[in-house]
């Protein structure tokens, strides 16, 4: 039995259900998982060439791209099953050595990988680089059909993504704000601080939770009653959450970063929390009762959750990844490009 799974993400819309799809696999298998992003050589560009001459700080956040958020959610959806799990991001123009290195290099078994295509495995693998890593590995290659043959998506379907997609990003966050919390250096960036706690802020505390109440909850209470305690103490979960939240705030404005560290531990455990009871009990739950209308209406009303709220022209998401980034520095591992 396979005991350590590489899997590459490539950061397109199927990603998600690539690490949903491995981490099943792993807690069915009691494997642990790599998650592994591979990026262009930024630096080489003519853009990125210029940027490095003229902000030197700017150009290591653009040469990180979205990797961080990329893998950081990876993470959150590892740990919510709690499959252990690690990550790396290598720098490479070419993804399929940057596969095979990082399966290497972290001592992997398996290489769990996915198929976008369409048209039946064969024709996919042609010229991708899915084929090039099975034509070079030295270890068993995994090809999970993640889009191939797949009709469009129903409304449950995408609601039920949309809702674990908001989990991935929130929790990504929030272990980004704790190992920020928890480091022992006595330099804190009280600004990146702020921006994580606009974040939680705005998005789960002012968009996904009252749309939960409004629209999950509200559908599955008019279908069952089986869920009725739960649901109620979910709802007084979002309520302790927004307190817990405004003394956080409250303690970090007052300086005491010691209080301040604990209120996000609390914050933080009690958010994990509720993301599981709602993963675990409340969406199977849904998935038996809702109807087709209900599911109509959720997905729509959490459509919208990525648009700009804030600031014009950036989202909840860039402002994820923008935090993640900044939370990630610069603890990436590259090999050059060939």
């Known amino acids: 039995m396979y005991k350590h799974l590489l899997v590459p993400l490539d950061g397109t819309p199927l990603t998600a259900a690539t690490v949903e799809q491995a981490v099943a696999y792993a807690a069915s298998t009691g494997a642990r998982l790599t998650f592994l992003h591979a990026r262009a050589e930024f630096g080489a560009s003519a853009d990125g060439a210029l940027l490095h001459t003229m902000s030197p700080q700017e150009f290591r956040t653009a040469a990180l791209g979205n990797a961080a958020a990329i893998v950081a959610k990876a993470e959150a959806a590892a740990r919510a099953a709690s499959v252990p799990c690690a990550s790396l991001v290598f720098t490479s123009d070419h993804a399929y050595e940057a596969i095979l290195e990082a399966a290497r290099t972290a001592g992997c ?182 109807q087709a209308s209900d599911w109509r209406e959720i997905a729509q009303a959490f459509s919208t959750n990525g648009d700009p709220c804030f600031a014009p022209g950036e989202s909840f998401d860039q402002l994820a990844i923008r935090l993640l980034t900044l939370a990630h520095g610069e603890a990436t591992l590259a090999i050059g490009a060939a």
């Not at 702020?194 to 996904?208: C, D, N, S």
């Open 109 to 290: 078994d398996l290489i769990y990988m996915a198929s976008h295509g369409r048209r039946g495995l064969k024709g996919v693998l042609l010229g991708s680089v899915t084929r090039k890593v099975l034509e070079h590995a030295t270890l068993p290659v995994l090809v999970a059909a993640i889009e191939s043959n797949q009709t469009a998506l129903t409304d449950e379907q995408c609601a039920i993504a949309t809702l674990r997609d908001e989990h991935r990003s929130l929790a990504a966050v929030l272990h980004a704000l704790l190992g920020i919390v928890n480091d022992t250096a006595p330099k804190t960036d009280q600004a990146l601080l702020r921006a994580m706690l606009f974040y939680i802020e705005q998005f789960p505390e002012r968009l996904h939770h009252p749309k939960e109440d409004e629209y999950l909850f509200r559908k599955l209470r008019e279908r069952t009653n089986e869920c009725d305690a739960l649901l109620e103490e979910l709802a007084h979960q979002h309520i302790a959450g927004a307190k817990q939240f405004a003394e956080m705030r409250r303690v970090l404005d007052s300086g005491d970063l010691s209080a301040f560290a604990q209120g996000v531990r609390d914050f933080a455990q009690l958010q994990w929390q509720h993301m599981s009871t709602e993963e675990k009990l409340i969406l199977p739950s849904a998935i038996r009762h809702l």
